[in-house]
């Protein structure tokens, strides 16, 4: 039997305020979407417009610049005001209401009422998908229910590259028809695919994919048929080409004649390795630096952008009319507007003090790559800055994200900063991202004729007293997007 009582217990419990919240979305947001919001709000909120006090024009520039080599203490005394109003903003703001009840959500999201106007400029369209592609496609198809869900599957399984991803086998497990399903129906459906366009899309590796253009081209030619041979039986004779193998050897392999198998050549590299992204190219983004790093005597100084740091006030003329007698509602739509601007107004200075701080810290540690370069760049973790300015590191993720800096080495993310630690003979250590730039300097400097393999960039960094191993090497040269050294052989 359950006895049933009261207990009466005493704890703490951590909520997020709508300040808190509104403070996080805004430390999110890029310099373009920060600027969308800033426009949004302007216009759906008439106590907020742009400008700002006459005292503070003189004093703006300076507040907004600062010296990345002063310490912790000079930073926070220099940070950014960019968003003043006639009054001072209190700390003690409301939060007992609900956040839809006191913040207008749907005007912060940009949405807009039945009939509203939307001006051309503000339309995008919306290109289609490689899926959507290939679905409109099977759609002109007559198949039966059984054959149409394959094909779906099939078409779900396709990278952006246009090639399958999942293994045949693999996608037979994922049905559960009656009768059961044979291999034969999925590679039917597959190579129904596979005649889609773009061609070659369906493939599974890339052989199958330069053979599947290769037989879809309309004109048939002795080099096509060279090419096909070369591609669909002698595939791995591509790089034996790049290897000094002579024209002559490659040619009776391939029982062609050196001319033809030069243009099969030709015909081979015109192909398209991956056909996928003529169809899903990827948007354009445009980047606004949020920060500008540059050197003033001798002394590296940060200043926000304009874009970072948009005047804003809260319109004077509302300020008098708060102080005057109104009815209900339009004392209700005064004092909420007015909560509202200041939430925003505050929420926006807090993430330019915490973009300007951490960026600070982070250019201080970096100042030799300001100089030099990437080579340069030191071994950065967000847990170093967090524990400078004594934040969290989600904090210092947040805040470094889609955020780019203007610099004499070019326009950076902030995240581009941060890099693990390698071994150097001195005990300093060196960045990742320092040892890649390494990486690309020695490959760019190389003789065509003579390529450096991984081995022997090991050993190059070694004298440099960079302890990295060769599959470490090879690694990052992947990531770099570097070939290794056969491939790079260049003998035509």
């Known amino acids: 039997m359950l006895n049933q009582s009261l207990n009466l217990r005493i704890g703490q419990q951590l909520k997020m305020t709508p300040q808190l919240q509104h403070a996080i979305r805004m430390l999110q947001l890029s310099s373009i979407e920060l600027q969308q919001e800033v426009q949004e709000i302007l216009e ?71 009939g509203e106007q939307i001006e051309p400029q503000e339309t995008h369209s919306a290109s289609a998908s490689l899926q959507d592609h290939l679905i409109w496609q099977l759609n002109a198809r007559t198949l039966s229910d059984r054959d149409y869900s394959l094909a779906i599957t099939l078409i779900d399984a396709i990278n952006a590259e246009g090639y399958l991803e999942e293994e045949l086998d693999e996608l037979m497990d994922n049905f559960d028809l009656d009768p059961e399903l044979e291999m034969e129906e999925l590679v039917t459906q597959l190579h129904l695919i596979q005649q889609f366009d773009p061609p070659g899309v369906g493939a599974r590796d890339l052989q199958e994919c330069l053979q599947i253009q290769l037989e879809q081209l309309s004109e048939e030619s002795p080099v096509k048929s060279v090419a096909i041979n070369w591609i669909k039986n002698h595939f791995k004779l591509i790089s034996n080409l790049n290897n000094n193998q002579s024209l002559e050897q490659l040619s009776k392999k391939l029982k062609s004649t050196p001319e033809r198998v030069t243009d099969a050549l030709a015909l081979i590299r015109s192909l398209d390795p991956r056909p996928g992204e003529q169809i899903e190219i990827p948007a354009v983004e445009y980047i ?205």
């Open 44 to 114: 759906s909120n008439p106590l907020l417009e742009e400008g700002e006090e006459e005292a503070s024009e003189n004093s703006s520039e300076d507040s907004a610049t600062a010296t990345a080599e002063d310490n912790s203490s000079s930073e926070e005394s220099a940070s950014p005001e960019p968003a003043t109003e006639a009054e001072t903003i209190p700390q003690d703001l409301e939060t007992d209401s609900n956040w839809e009840d006191t913040y207008d959500i749907p005007s912060m999201l940009g949405s807009s009422a039945p």
């Open 288 to 492: 606004t630096p949020d920060l500008i790093v540059y050197k003033r005597d001798n002394h590296w100084e940060i200043e926000l952008t304009p874009e970072t740091s948009p005047k804003l006030r809260i319109s004077p003329f509302y300020q008098t009319l708060k102080s005057q007698k109104h009815s209900g509602d339009e004392k209700e739509y005064i004092t909420h507007n007015i909560q509202e601007a200041r939430w925003f107004l505050k929420s926006l200075q807090n993430r330019n003090e915490t973009l300007f701080k951490v960026a600070s810290h982070i250019f201080q540690m970096q100042s030799e790559f300001l100089e030099h370069g990437p080579e340069k760049m030191k071994a950065l973790t967000l847990r170093t800055i967090a524990d400078a300015i004594e934040m969290h590191e989600s904090t210092i993720s947040r805040v470094t994200t889609s955020k780019y800096a203007q610099t004499p080495q070019g326009i950076f993310e902030l995240k581009y900063f941060f890099s693990s630690q390698l071994n150097t003979d001195d005990g300093d250590g060196t960045s990742a991202t320092a040892v890649r730039a390494m990486i690309r300097q020695i490959v760019d400097n190389e003789s065509p004729a003579k390529p450096i393999s991984d081995n022997h960039i090991t050993t190059i960094l070694a004298e440099k007293g960079v302890k990295v191993a060769r599959r470490t090497v090879a690694k990052y040269r992947d990531i770099l997007s570097i070939p290794p050294s056969n491939e790079r052989k260049r003998s035509l």
